[in-house]
T-cell receptor, first 116, second 110 residues
Framework: DAGVIQSPRHEVTEMGQEVTLRCKPI?????LFWYRQTMMRGLELLIY????????DSGMPEDRFSAKMPNASFSTLKIQPSEPRDSAVYFC??????????????FGEGSRLTVL | GEDVEQSLFLSVREGDSSVINCTYT??????LYWYKQEPGAGLQLLTY?????DMKQDQRLTVLLNKKDKHLSLRIADTQTGDSAIYFC??????????FGSGTRLLVRP
């Protein structure tokens, strides 16, 4: 069974450009999470969805960041316009329905973003 | 708000035991977790412990939970070079979010 799939694995862009990161969660998982990892701040939760509905976006740093989940098998995280301080590894993770599991998150391999 | 703290770095010799410590703040956490991150990869669940347990053993891994002190530890017996990675402690808060610590980088010296 395929795990969480993220694309692109690496992205290098210039300041001001739009960046779109993509995620395909594990089939049947009801929860989807977007995390950002940096040396300075560690692993930060940006937003999470339950059954395609955004539940908590309090971690989204600014209005430049937006996330969507149009269906159960696809989510995007968009940064527009991008800035050098957005450089980080962005992880997507999914989890089965609560109550039927231990809350384990299944992580993708991450998208490494570099904004010049 | 909830906070999870870990030491940043641990170096051990191959064959020794490693102990990674973590403190957390949310006393209502149902589950506590240890995740492992290898270079260039995402996090993978190593083990977890339910909050009504004091200890859990899984092969070379031993998790100890002290709820009174809100302290969690991970012991790796007979540490191998393949255990070199970043280890994250995490707690589940009341809204089903996982709050991660900053990670402990374990270096295993031959």
């Amino acid at each position: 069974d395929a795990g969480v799939i993220q694309s692109p694995r690496h992205e290098v862009t210039e300041m001001g450009q739009e960046v779109t990161l993509r995620c395909k969660p594990i089939s049947g998982h009801d929860y989807l999470f977007w995390y950002r990892q940096t040396m300075m701040r560690g692993l930060e939760l940006l937003i999470y969805f339950n059954n395609n509905v955004p539940i908590d976006d309090s971690g989204m740093p600014e209005d430049r960041f937006s996330a969507k989940m149009p269906n159960a098998s696809f989510s995007t995280l968009k940064i527009q316009p991008s800035e050098p301080r957005d450089s980080a590894v962005y992880f997507c993770a999914s989890s089965p329905k609560r109550g039927k599991n231990t809350g384990e998150l299944f992580f993708g391999e991450g998208s490494r973003l570099t904004v010049l | 708000g909830e906070d999870v703290e870990q030491s940043l770095f641990l170096s051990v010799r191959e064959g020794d035991s490693s102990v990674i410590n973590c403190t957390y703040t949310d006393s209502s956490s149902t589950y506590l977790y240890w995740y492992k991150q290898e270079p260039g990869a995402g996090l993978q669940l190593l083990t977890y412990i339910f909050s009504n347990m004091d200890m859990k053993q899984d092969q070379r891994l031993t998790v100890l939970l002290n709820k009174k002190d809100k302290h969690l530890s991970l012991r790796i017996a007979d540490t191998q070079t393949g255990d070199s990675a970043i280890y994250f402690c995490a707690e589940m808060d009341s809204s089903y979010k996982l709050i991660f610590g900053s990670g402990t980088r374990l270096l295993v010296r031959p």
